[in-house]
């Protein structure tokens, strides 16, 4: 089931899909680069999927969809499997759409953001270096090639001011095309939420009508 705890990493994830990088940059010039191709992306659109791990219970769940991102602060995530679940947001409120429950939640996209810093990029403004601290991250034993080396450059951000549902954010950039493509979020737990992407689009125009909800007929309200 999709929860609130959920929101956490999906906006983590959004902000820094697309650096272009290089194996002779710095770590500066990493960062600027993210942040530069991050102010450029306008829209974003790709099939995902979510793997979380639950550290007390060692429960692991996959959820797999398409996630549509329109600046500024609008996003739609379809969950399809292992059931259907939406996330949607107009920029002003967040919709968590459950079916199988027959409810809705519905919160404010800003009441969360001394909480969540990660939300000051999708309202168009922040800078990296202003909310977390930036270093490589040498200690990732996942998504090596046939050959022992690893896929990925990555980097570890840790947020400066502490936040219970982001501890720590992995990013996974690809060494072939320098494009971010997974990223990992830790919370205070342990937990950890992963996500990767296929099938993206960063230039295909998305109707804003995709991020507007309207609440079906004998659905019950939850307002947090």
């Known amino acids: 089931m999709i929860t609130k705890l959920h929101l956490a990493p999906i906006i983590c994830i959004i902000i820094l899909l697309f650096a272009d990088t290089s194996h002779s940059l710095t770590l500066d010039d990493v960062v600027d680069k993210v942040q530069e191709r991050y102010e450029k992306t306008k829209n974003f659109q790709a099939d995902f999927t979510q793997t979380s791990i639950l550290k007390t219970v060692k429960h692991r769940q996959v959820s797999k969809g398409r996630v549509f991102i329109r600046k500024p602060g609008m996003m739609r995530w379809e969950y399809r499997e292992p059931e259907g679940q ?20 519905m919160s404010s996209a800003g009441s969360d953001k001394d909480s969540h810093a990660h939300t000051i990029f999708l309202s168009g403004s922040g800078k990296l270096r202003d909310t977390f601290q930036i270093d490589y991250e040498p200690d990732v034993a996942i998504d090596k090639d046939s050959d022992g080396k690893k896929r990925y450059i990555y980097l570890k951000l840790i947020p400066n001011k502490p936040q219970p549902n982001l ?20 919370d205070i737990y ?16 998305i109707s804003e009508n995709l991020f507007h909800f309207e609440i079906p007929d004998g659905i019950r309200v939850i307002t947090q």
């Open 190 to 205: 342990g937990n950890q939420t992963m996500v990767s992407f296929s099938n993206i689009e960063i230039k295909k125009d």
């Open 86 to 105: 939406l996330i949607v947001s107009d920029g002003k409120v967040i919709w968590f759409y459950i079916p199988a429950d027959k409810q809705v939640m």
């Open 167 to 186: 501890t720590r954010l992995i990013l996974g950039i690809n060494k072939e095309d320098f494009k971010i493509e997974m990223s990992s979020v830790f």
